[in-house]
């Protein structure tokens, strides 16, 4: 159920993004609005895993998500928390989403109306608890598109979240795969991610905006003078080798998933590397990834298939 809220369908990553430092502001983006909802209370503009079960029928509050003066800025920051429920006998996570109607089985769950290309989502957090190393607390957010018959991914971005003592900024960039405008916005924080979450994890939220703007930047050229192979490459094992100086397959890279995570995270290799570069991903699950390049030129992007 957990994993369905925060499942993000990205296949491709086709755009690099240039950024500013111009923050947009959400709906209730500081978390000061706060309003009750059946038992408890809920911010405004936002759904927690109590307003999920409602609207999947089960109207028995777990509690997981709730108002704190423990904040970063204003007067009220989010909590989410691991909690044991004896009616479910299970351990849920807190959820914190931005929009409502989100279901159990929603594919992009809650969002609002939105029409912008931002570069980023940018939050402070806490992050608590004796098992909080391991829980996998993270962020999602996805932009979308519905073209009539289906919603379609615009971008979207994630990654875990470490322990902090202290409220500590975290920018998550997002990755497009289109062009297109999109017309909803869907943001998702998650204490725990695990199948069985440990009660005593807690994640505080506060002050989320948006940041910079999206813009193509890739160069078809500049792409095609990278060549990676295998690819597919059955056992993950890829090899990066270019036409232009050997500089620039001795760039700092990334790889992410399909969720928009970064997997991989490499700096720029010793100037008296070889001209070869290898990207290990041996080890990985099937399926689709994204190389990111950052040659001195440009960025290079590359998809990546584990069949």
Known sequence: MKKTLVRLCLTA?????????????????????????????????WFT?????????????????????????????ALLEN??????????????????????????????????RPANMQFYYKLTGAAAATEMAGAQIILTKWNGTETTVIAAGADELAPASTYTL?????QYASSATPDSIRIVFISSTNDAPTVGTSLYIDDVVLSGTATPTLDAARNAAVTVYPNPSADGLFMLSTSREANWVRAAYTVADMTGRIIVRQPAAPANA???????????????????????DGPVIHKLLIP
């Open 274 to 296: 070889s001209g070869l570069r290898t990207v290990d991903l041996r080890g990985q699950r099937a399926g689709v990834y994204t190389l990111r390049l950052d040659t001195p």
């Open 170 to 174: 975290r920018t998550i960039p997002l």
């Open 49 to 77: 895993f109590d307003d999920v079960l409602a609207n999947s029928g089960f109207p028995f509050p777990v509690s997981t998500t709730s108002q704190t003066i423990d904040k970063h800025g204003g007067t009220y920051a």
């Open 13 to 45: 990553l086709t755009t690099a993004v240039s950024l500013s430092a111009t923050a947009q502001t959400l709906p209730n983006g500081t978390l000061e609005t706060w309003q009750t909802r059946g038992t408890a209370l809920a911010p405004t503009s």
């Open 83 to 116: 909690k044991s429920n004896p009616i479910f006998g299970f351990t849920f996570p807190g959820i914190l989403g931005l929009g409502a109607g989100a279901t159990i089985d929603s594919e992009f769950p809650g969002g609002i109306p939105f029409t912008g």
